[in-house]
């Protein structure tokens, strides 16, 4: 059972004000914006530094389980002790994740030294192998009517309290076909963002074969990658999926969506998922 006991320290702001000078058809003002922090976030295991990555400073704990399932550090939540966020006296943030000792053994094999960054899916691996895994390929999993994810899309943007602020975050949602959307976090990075959410379902007791992922990013290869490895099987992305992604949400048995909005799509792989009830 993992350790979900609040942060003992407080977490710091997700944005902050700053004095902007704003053009408008030639006109100037000098008004007060809120801008998205971005903070080094470094992931400890068992006491072993692991990597740093930048990440909006929020949901810290989800991030950290949602990032050991979805990097295949471990194959369970159960391989996963406990969770700790905390602000260090230096100020800087760090997640203390535990896992189970064969799981450490073979994180420490590896031999990764990753710095991540908000915007890179490869930081820091070491090989091809370490970057490109295959995840175990999924079969089953949810049927989605289209107005069922359209809903979903629609309802999304009221859920993004850090991006209706700031206008630069993404936001990874996870969605049940008959309820809509369940949980939405939101990062400056879209695999931290997805992360999150992962840790979420998780840390809520959710199964991923009973649900299924919107993402407000492009969906890139690794986007696929994590969403397979927990074992989700629909990712529907507001922008669209690269080429290699889309091989691999063929190889892997995702059914993949790109262009999502409120009164369209467009089905890159796997199409039997999602059913049209209506005609009109």
């Known amino acids: 059972m993992l350790d979900i006991s609040p942060s003992p320290s407080p977490t710091p702001a997700t944005s902050c004000a ?51 399932l979805s990097e295949s550090i471990v194959d369970s939540p159960k391989e996963i002790v406990s969770v700790d966020a905390s602000t260090r006296e230096d100020g800087t943030l760090e997640v203390r994740i535990g896992i189970t000792a064969s799981k450490l053994s073979e994180l420490l094999r590896r031999q990764r030294n990753m710095t991540g960054r908000t915007g890179c899916g490869l ?4 090989t091809i192998e370490d ?17 069922s994810l359209h809903a979903a899309l629609r309802e999304l943007h009221g859920h993004q ?3 209706s602020r700031t206008g630069s975050v993404h936001a990874a949602a996870w969605v049940m076909p008959d309820s809509g959307i369940r949980l939405v976090r939101e990062d400056v ?36 990658q994590k969403a397979v490895t927990v074992g989700g099987t629909l990712l529907a992305a507001v922008s669209a999926p690269t080429a290699f992604a889309i091989r691999m949400a ?13 009164h369209q799509h467009v089905i890159y792989a796997h199409p039997s998922r999602l059913i049209c009830t209506s005609t009109t």
């Open 131 to 147: 970057a490109i895994r295959q995840p175990v390929p999924v079969q089953g999993g949810v049927t989605v009517d289209v107005k």
């Open 189 to 224: 990075g879209r695999h931290n963002a997805l992360d999150k959410v992962i840790g979420a379902v998780v840390r809520a007791g959710g199964d991923f074969k009973y649900g299924y992922f919107v993402v407000t990013s492009r969906a890139s290869y690794e986007m696929v």
């Open 123 to 126: 930081c820091g691996a070491q």
């Open 250 to 262: 063929e190889t892997a048995g995702l059914t993949l969506i790109g262009f999502a909005r409120e």
């Open 18 to 68: 700053v004095t902007v000078h704003r053009w408008r058809d030639g006109d100037v003002e000098h008004v007060v914006d809120q801008v998205a922090e971005e903070l080094p976030v470094a992931l400890v295991f068992n006491g072993v530094p692991h990597v740093v990555m930048l990440a909006t400073p929020a949901n810290l704990e989800d991030l950290a389980v949602g990032f050991t």
């Open 161 to 163: 309290a850090i991006n």
